[in-house]
C-alpha cells in the first residue's frame, strides 16, 4: 500500500523556522522525484521545491529561495523540507508529492502551516 505521510507543521511565530517531513512507504522511493507543494485557503496549490532522484538537483519557489531546503534521505525513505525565516504568507497546508519518470504520481494528505504571532 503506498503512502506519503507528512509530518512537522503546525504554529510558528514570524521568523521563526519548522522542518517538515514526508516518509514514503509501498514503493522504490529512490526511483521518485520528491516535490513540497502547498495551498492556502482560497489558492491554487503551488509548487515550493523539488528534488530529483538523486538529490543533486533542487528548484524553489522565488518566494521560498533563500529560506527553504528541501532534501532526501534515501535510506529513511523521507524527505524534508527546513523551513526558516517564516513569514505569515507561508501558512498553507503542505503536501509532499512523488513523481516517478514515467509519470506516475502519489501525494499525501498535508500537514498545516500556520505562521502567526
Known amino acids: 500500500q503506498v503512502q506519503l505521510a507528512e509530518s512537522g507543521g503546525g504554529l510558528v511565530q514570524p521568523g521563526g523556522s519548522l522542518r517538515l517531513s514526508c516518509t514514503a512507504s509501498?514503493?522504490?522511493?529512490?526511483?521518485?522525484?520528491m516535490s513540497w507543494y502547498r495551498q492556502a485557503p482560497g489558492k491554487e496549490r503551488e509548487l515550493v521545491a523539488v528534488?530529483?532522484?538523486?538529490?543533486?538537483?533542487?528548484n524553489y519557489a522565488d518566494s521560498v529561495k533563500g529560506r527553504f531546503t528541501i532534501s532526501r534521505d534515501d535510506a529513511k525513505h523521507t524527505v524534508y523540507l527546513q523551513m526558516n525565516s517564516l513569514k505569515p504568507e507561508d501558512t498553507a497546508a503542505y503536501y509532499c508529492?512523488?513523481?516517478?519518470?514515467?509519470?506516475?504520481?502519489?501525494w499525501g494528505q498535508g500537514t498545516q502551516v500556520t505562521v502567526s504571532s
Open positions: 508529492k512523488a513523481t516517478a519518470p514515467w509519470g506516475r504520481e502519489y
Open positions: 528534488i530529483t532522484r538523486t538529490g543533486t538537483n533542487t
Open positions: 509501498g514503493f522504490t522511493f529512490s526511483n521518485y522525484i
